[in-house]
């Protein structure tokens, strides 16, 4: 039998709806807690994601902090940029000086909502991604110029998830700590803008050659289109690609409404005029910044000088400058038509000679030229070279060619030149010619035989009652020798040394009527195996001379026996009153210029002589100023007396009269008062003339570096002193003419030349020559001789004397 079960109660409508509620209620709380749990994992995360990011972030500045390396400038003195000095070509502008054309160029490129956004532009990420996604590739960055700015300037430039959303931190943190005016400054000064310029103003400077505020809409567009990809776009290396960018910033402004589409069309239609690849500014007065640069790193550092933005306002003067380079480039070319003819830069084969010659790309055919060509004809009979320029010919006559003699240092060139151009030249032959005049109308390019210098020279001026140097010529060629040959180049100075020794003379009481007897002497020469018979440059003896004419004609032995009389220790202790640096010989050899010394010091000797005597010092550097406009250093022009007006007045009058009629008196052709001294050294090595004006002072030398000949008749007269006439003349043709001085404790007095005695003006041969007050001939005076002449035959004539 089977159990009854029981009957199952009957459940309500209304509990089956509460048993549901409860179970729904159930569902939520579940949901509710795993939602809370998700929340809170999520938001764990994102604190930790936060932390991790942000603990090693680097701390945000303000603007004052801002301190980005910027170039050292250094400016000539009339406020000329003629040097830079940077790891990052970069010159930073205040806000308020950028034109607000520049700021919309670059809003309207790189961050249309700039000014909206809180640093972060979350939209225009969304619609790069989109446009890049379509195009296949990056059209479009999504990064803000906050951004940028934290990523140039905080954040190395890796490309990782994790630097980007340090970056956008960072950009959200910097927009609450600067206002736009100064972000954007940060930008505009900031970013790298291609070939080495950092910020608008290298940039406009580097392709344009024109400061920011001088940029015109389409210049100003095509470097607003640099940002993104400085080297793709560069007008230098894809023009085409350039231009693209300028029509898609100039577009971009139009749309933002900056400008109207009628200037966008102007601006894109406007020929621009680029500047040439950025030369290194040093190329203009390259030793003098070079020389400054030196001096710079030595008291600041280097890196101080290359970061900090320091303004070097210096003495020297552009057109005094060029005239030194001009003047030392002329000396040197006629000097190596001097020399003579080297020969071809080479020779081109029968058979590649048509080739040879209608590849050849030479310059702008312009009238001064040197450039390159090839022998196509020699007409024996007519005395004509025909030359191959390319796609022209010229032509070169005898005349302009008589030089090139095969080079001889023991022949001069004045009594060697060729007579036939076939003496020379060949067919074939790549030489260097000079474009004398390119005819308008048919026929050919009229030329002059030309060849490279291998001499080198240097010349250092500075102003007489300042010191300030005011062109530095250190070589023929910077670019091909940086060594400083007025400063760094020490060479024996021949005769050029001679007025210290005789200035030494003065202050030891002699006078210009002082006789000494010029006659053969010998001196014993220790460690030189032999012994030493100075003579005079023509190989001849004067008998009794006047030390007046002694420094006039340069007569060596004179000059030894006037330092044999006033001691070569004394001499010595002289010499360094003036300024003379370098190790002295100590032997009487000093009298002939026997030790080395720089030009620049023995320059800034002679100013002493011209400046009532007072010693210079010599000053390239007026001012420097660092970043924010403080003076680091200020120089004004300081001098020392050194020696007494008197001495320093009659020396200037006797090396006026070494213009007048004796070894300089080449530089009489500048018609106003000078004064000066050769110096020409054994063997003719090195070739000086030292000079000076009323305004300036100016040293020139000439020699070869590894101390060869000059060649036969090469003096200071013939190789230096032109040098220095053309430089004078250029920089005074615009001056006053002006005089000496004249001291009170000095007199002009009549004398022979001859005797020394006091005559009459009157008297024939008479010269006027200057002594101290006192120490003058007179008519009662008897003239008394240095040498008696028992002292002539006991001292001159004597077999042999030490030379210490």
Not at 181 to 210: C, D, M, P, R, T
Not at 735 to 764: A, C, H, N, Y
Request: charge should be positive.
């Amino acid at each position: 039998m089977y159990k009854k079960e029981p009957q199952k109660k009957a459940v309500s409508s209304k509990e089956i709806r509460r048993r549901r509620t409860s179970k729904r209620r159930l569902i939520i709380r579940i949901f509710i807690c795993f939602a809370a749990v998700l929340i809170l994992a999520a938001g764990a995360a994102v604190v930790s994601a936060y932390f991790y990011f942000t603990y090693d972030l680097p701390q945000l500045f303000s603007l004052n902090d801002y301190k980005p390396p910027v170039v050292s400038q250094v400016f000539a003195d009339d406020g000329t940029l003629i040097g830079e000095f940077y790891k990052e070509r970069r010159v930073s502008v205040q806000f308020s000086e950028i034109p607000r054309q520049v700021i919309q160029a670059f809003i309207a490129a790189e961050d249309a909502e700039f000014f909206t956004h809180p640093g972060i532009d979350f939209s225009g990420i969304i619609r790069a991604s989109i446009k890049n996604f379509r195009a296949g590739r990056i059209v479009q960055g999504g990064s803000t110029i906050t951004q940028q700015v934290t990523r140039s300037l905080l954040l190395t430039p890796e490309k990782s998830y994790g630097r980007k959303i340090k970056e956008m931190i960072l950009a959200y943190r910097l927009e609450h700590r600067l206002t736009k005016e100064a972000i954007l400054s940060l930008y505009l000064n900031q970013i790298y803008l291609g070939h080495g310029a950092y910020g608008i103003e290298s940039a406009a400077n580097v392709y344009f050659g024109k400061s920011i505020q001088e940029v015109n809409l389409a210049e100003v567009a095509m470097l607003a289109g640099l940002p993104q990809a400085p080297s793709r776009y560069s007008p230098f290396s894809n023009p085409r690609l350039a231009k693209e960018r300028q029509v898609y910033v100039l577009n971009r402004m139009v749309k933002e409404g900056f400008i109207t589409r009628e200037e966008a069309t102007r601006a894109m239609n406007a020929a621009l005029q680029f500047a040439p690849e950025k030369r290194d500014q040093m190329q203009s007065v390259p030793y003098f910044v070079e020389y400054v640069r030196r001096y710079l790193e030595e008291k600041y550092g280097t890196e101080k000088v290359q970061t900090e933005g320091l303004k070097v306002y210096t003495t020297v003067n552009r057109e005094i400058q060029k005239a030194a380079e001009q003047a030392v480039m002329e000396g040197l070319l006629a000097l190596d038509k001097r020399i003579g003819y080297r020969g071809p830069l080479s020779t081109v084969s029968t058979d590649e000679r048509e080739h040879f010659c209608r590849n050849i790309n030479p310059p702008v055919l312009m009238e001064g030229a040197v450039i390159k060509g090839m022998v196509t004809h020699i007409d024996r009979k007519a005395k004509t070279v025909r030359v191959c320029l390319g796609a022209e010919e010229g032509e070169i006559t005898l005349q302009e060619m008589r030089w090139a003699r095969k080079p001889n240092p023991r022949i001069a060139s004045d009594y060697a030149r060729i007579s036939n151009p076939a003496e020379a030249l060949k067919v074939g032959d790549v030489i260097l010619v000079k474009i004398l005049h390119k005819p308008k109308t048919s026929g050919p390019i009229k030329l002059a035989l030309e060849q490279a210098p291998e001499g080198q020279g240097a010349l250092f001026c500075m102003e007489a009652g300042t010191g300030y140097v005011k062109a530095m010529v250190g070589g023929l060629d910077y670019k091909i020798s940086q060594f400083n040959r007025a400063i760094q180049a020490k060479r024996q100075p021949g005769s050029a040394f001679k007025p210290l020794i005789y200035a030494a003379a003065v202050d030891r009481g002699f006078t210009p009527a002082s006789i000494f007897i010029d006659s053969p002497i010998v001196f014993d020469s220790p460690g030189q195996g032999g012994v030493w018979k100075p003579e005079n440059y023509e190989e001849k003896f004067y008998g009794p001379t006047l030390l007046r004419t002694a420094v006039i004609h340069s007569r060596n032995v004179v000059t030894v026996k006037v330092l044999q009389r006033i001691g070569v220790d004394y001499a010595i202790k002289y010499a360094r009153t003036l300024g003379i640096e370098s190790d002295l010989v100590r032997n009487l050899s000093l009298a002939l210029g026997s030790s080395d010394v720089s030009l620049m010091e023995l320059t800034r000797a002679y100013s002493a002589f011209c400046t009532g005597g007072r010693l210079m010092q010599p000053i390239f550097i007026a001012k420097v100023l660092d970043r924010d406009g403080e003076i680091l250093e200020e120089n004004y022009p300081s001098g020392q007396q050194v020696i007494s007006e008197e001495t320093a007045a009659i020396m200037t009058h006797l090396l006026q009269e070494v213009v007048e009629s004796g070894t300089g008196r080449r530089v009489k052709a500048l018609n106003r008062p000078a004064a000066g001294k050769t110096g020409t050294t054994n063997d003719l090595k090195d070739a000086w003339f030292i000079g000076f004006t009323p305004s300036y002072v100016t040293g020139v030398w000439v020699g070869f570096d590894d101390g060869r000949s000059l060649g036969k008749l090469e003096t200071g007269s013939r190789a230096a002193s032109p040098i220095w006439l053309s430089f004078m003349q250029q920089i005074l043709q615009k001056e006053p003419e002006e005089s000496f001085p004249t001291p009170s404790g000095v007199v002009f007095t009549t004398i022979d030349p001859d005797t020394g005695r006091w005559v009459t003006p009157d008297s024939p041969g008479a010269v006027t020559e200057l002594f101290k007050a006192g120490t003058q001939p007179t008519p009662e005076a008897r003239q008394q001789r240095e040498y008696a002449p028992a002292d002539f035959f006991k001292m001159d004539l004597e077999s042999s004397t030490s030379l210490q």
